[in-house]
């Protein structure tokens, strides 16, 4: 979110997190801007004021991209997520203590499907009291440039601009051969190669049995199903389901947007991560390009599943950088509060 709103030309003055693996990548990536290493359930409320933000400032973003586990389609431990079920009620104080001119949130979209439960509907209510218009959708991020089906809930605000508006989708959006290929500057490399260059291209490793599956997948855009009656390669799980879970072990399709690129992307057990062509998983820089991150973007730690992490959890910069634009103001401050 910091690098979009950045490449719209706004000025993020700091961003909020509780996740330390965070911080190094933010840092390097963002010299100017503070990192602030916080949980927004126990910070206190003018830990802001540190750093020269104001209350009442009408040329103020507040950028709020909560975890969403709790509320994500994708299976998840409930009982491990719950913390982050009304994280959207710490951000409002924040919103009500500060009163910014605009306002942007980001979440999956179960937020608005639980609408009452998530505090959405409170929240809503809370900005038209305080005078706020505007807009919001569960939108598909792919048609904002972004070369993957991604589809988000998101909504912008402002008290000073009763015409904010989401910025109009594009009927259609980029595949991925528009990012990833030997034509995107991607070698071809197996599965396991680990890039010790700044570019890192690198990804996980697969055991015998993986690589025998995914050799028989066929290439561009194949699935599981191609090897389900293979007693030796067929999962208990799946046994008689093929309909089922159709995208895990799956490979990407050139000409297709990517799946929603998550955590796990590196995991080919996870989702439609397998290389369209190649043997493997897709590497952490083809991840975070279709998660429209520039080869630039430097991402630091030598856990390849922290680095995943690091960009599946990312607002696509694209979409971020469409959002800013949709504000409709210049030169104006934010500040970017994930708990």
Same mark, same amino acid.
């Given at each position: 979110m910091t690098y979009g709103m950045k490449q719209a030309g706004i000025t993020v003055l700091a961003g909020l997190d509780n996740d330390h693996h965070c911080e190094k990548t933010y840092v390097k990536n963002h010299h100017d801007t503070r990192f602030i290493f916080a949980d927004i359930t126990k910070v206190e409320i003018n830990i802001l004021s540190d750093i020269g933000i104001t209350t009442n400032d009408n040329n103020l973003v507040f950028i709020g991209c909560s975890p969403c586990q709790h509320w994500s389609i994708i299976n998840t431990d409930r009982q491990k997520s719950e913390k982050s079920t009304n994280l959207l009620t710490y951000f409002q104080k924040f919103v009500k203590y500060?009163? +910014?001119?605009?306002?942007?949130?980001?979440?999956? +979209?179960?937020? !608005?499907?639980?609408?009452? !439960?998530?505090?959405?509907?409170? $929240?809503?209510?809370?900005?038209?009291?305080?005078?706020?218009?505007?807009?919001? #959708?569960?939108?598909?991020?792919?048609?904002?440039?972004?070369?993957?089906?991604?589809?988000?809930?998101? *909504?912008?605000?402002?008290?000073?601009? !009763?015409?904010?508006? *989401?910025?109009?989708?594009? @009927?259609?959006?980029?595949?991925?051969?528009? $990012?990833?290929?030997?034509?995107?500057?991607? !070698?071809?490399?197996?599965?396991?190669?680990?890039? @010790?260059?700044?570019?890192?291209? /690198?990804?996980?490793? *697969?055991?015998?049995?993986?690589? @025998?599956?995914?050799?028989?997948? +066929?290439?561009?855009?194949?699935?599981?199903? /191609?090897? #389900?009656?293979? @007693?030796?390669l067929q999962i208990d799980a799946y046994q008689g389901r093929d309909h089922c879970f159709r995208d895990v072990y799956g490979r990407m399709s050139w000409d297709k947007p990517a799946p929603t690129i998550t955590t796990r992307f590196n995991s080919i057990s996870n989702g439609r991560f397998g290389h369209p062509n190649e043997d493997r998983a897709i590497s952490l820089r083809e991840g975070a390009t279709l998660q429209t991150f520039p080869h630039s973007y430097l991402f630091y730690s030598d856990s390849i599943s922290t680095v995943a992490k690091l960009i599946g959890n990312a607002v696509p910069p694209e979409l971020a950088r469409r959002l800013a634009l949709a504000l409709q103001v210049q030169n104006v401050t934010s500040t970017e509060h994930k708990p």
């Open positions: 500060y009163n +910014p001119g605009y306002v942007v949130i980001e979440n999956v +979209p179960g937020i !608005k499907r639980y609408a009452e !439960k998530s505090k959405l509907n409170t $929240f809503i209510c809370f900005l038209s009291r305080r005078g706020y218009y505007f807009d919001d #959708s569960v939108i598909n991020a792919n048609n904002y440039g972004v070369p993957q089906s991604r589809r988000r809930y998101v *909504l912008i605000a402002s008290r000073v601009n !009763k015409h904010i508006r *989401l910025p109009t989708p594009n @009927k259609s959006g980029p595949v991925v051969r528009d $990012f990833i290929g030997p034509k995107n500057g991607f !070698k071809e490399i197996d599965a396991g190669h680990i890039d @010790k260059t700044d570019f890192n291209h /690198s990804c996980s490793g *697969l055991n015998e049995i993986n690589l @025998k599956r995914l050799y028989l997948t +066929p290439k561009n855009g194949g699935t599981r199903k /191609s090897w #389900s009656k293979h @007693k030796d």
